[in-house]
């Protein structure tokens, strides 16, 4: 799935999301909006992971959706 499709279905992925990160509140997901660029800041700060860290997890869950 490429990340407009994950963006357009961001209200029905949220939950797999949530599933991933247990730790993303329903606020930190509605910040990220589907944009990824948001999503991989959420998890930064919510992780303290680094920006590639994010990101690679970020792909991750592309691959898995």
Known sequence: MNWDQI???WKQLKGKAQEKWGDLTDDDLDRAAGKRENLEGVLQEKYGKTKEEAKQE???FMEDV
Do not use: P
């Open 7 to 9: 963006e357009g279905n």
């Open 58 to 60: 970020v792909d991750k």
